[in-house]
C-alpha cells in the first residue's frame, strides 16, 4: 500500500513511516511531496494521507500524526505508547518539555536531515534510531 505525506521529513514524518511499516504494514511504500501536492497524487494513486492539514492521520485534538495512527490502528502496547509521549513532545513544540527525551530525539531528527535530505534515505537510516528507542520504551514501561 502507498501511504503519502509532506516532504522534508522531521519528527512525526519519521516517526509515522517507522510505525506503519513495524506495526500496520510491512510492505509499505512512501511518497513524499509538497505540501499542495498531496490531495491530488493521494487521489491518483490511492495513497493513505499522514501527517498533513486536513487528513484524517493528521494532527487532532492535541495528538500528533502517530498518536492519531496509534488511535486509528487500534494500538495498544504499553511500549508503544510510551514512545508516542516522546514524539508527541518532540513533534509538537508547545510540548517539547513534556518528556525528558523529546529534546534529544528532536536534536537527532534535525542533524539526520541536515546529513539525508532525500526524505526515504532520511526515513531508512533513523528507523535504526527508532528501533532503538521502542526497545528503550518498553524496558523503561516493564520497570514501572
Same mark, same amino acid.
Given at each position: 500500500?502507498?501511504?503519502?505525506?509532506?516532504? $522534508? !521529513?522531521?519528527?512525526?514524518?519519521?516517526?509515522?513511516?517507522?510505525? /506503519?511499516?513495524?506495526?500496520?504494514?510491512?510492505?509499505?511504500?512512501?511518497?513524499? !511531496?509538497?505540501?499542495?501536492?498531496?490531495?491530488?497524487? #493521494?487521489?491518483?494513486?490511492? #495513497?493513505?494521507?499522514?501527517?498533513?492539514?486536513? !487528513?484524517?492521520?493528521? $494532527? $487532532?485534538?492535541?495528538?500528533?500524526?502517530?498518536?492519531?495512527?496509534? %488511535?486509528?490502528?487500534?494500538?495498544?502496547?504499553?511500549?508503544?505508547?510510551?514512545?508516542?509521549? /516522546?514524539? $508527541? #513532545?518532540?513533534?509538537?513544540?508547545?510540548? *517539547?518539555?513534556?518528556?525528558?527525551? #523529546?529534546?534529544?530525539?528532536?536534536? *537527532?531528527?534535525?542533524?539526520?536531515? %541536515?546529513?539525508?535530505?532525500?526524505?526515504?534515505?532520511? *526515513?531508512?537510516?533513523?528507523?535504526? !534510531?527508532?528501533?532503538?528507542?521502542?526497545?528503550?520504551?518498553?524496558?523503561?514501561?516493564?520497570?514501572?
Amino acid at each position: 500500500m502507498q501511504w503519502i505525506t509532506r516532504s $522534508h !521529513v522531521h519528527v512525526d514524518r519519521v516517526a509515522c513511516p517507522w510505525l /506503519i511499516t513495524r506495526f500496520i504494514d510491512n510492505n509499505a511504500e512512501f511518497l513524499f !511531496v509538497p505540501t499542495n501536492q498531496i490531495e491530488k497524487i #493521494a487521489q491518483e494513486t490511492g #495513497a493513505i494521507p499522514f501527517d498533513a492539514p486536513g !487528513v484524517e492521520l493528521g $494532527h $487532532h485534538e492535541n495528538r500528533c500524526s502517530f498518536e492519531s495512527i496509534i %488511535l486509528k490502528y487500534g494500538l495498544k502496547e504499553a511500549g508503544l505508547l510510551r514512545l508516542a509521549k /516522546i514524539i $508527541h #513532545a518532540a513533534d509538537v513544540s508547545a510540548d *517539547i518539555d513534556q518528556d525528558p527525551i #523529546a529534546r534529544g530525539l528532536e536534536a *537527532i531528527a534535525s542533524g539526520y536531515s %541536515l546529513r539525508f535530505p532525500d526524505d526515504i534515505e532520511n *526515513i531508512q537510516r533513523q528507523f535504526e !534510531v527508532y528501533d532503538a528507542l521502542y526497545a528503550w520504551c518498553r524496558v523503561d514501561v516493564a520497570n514501572r
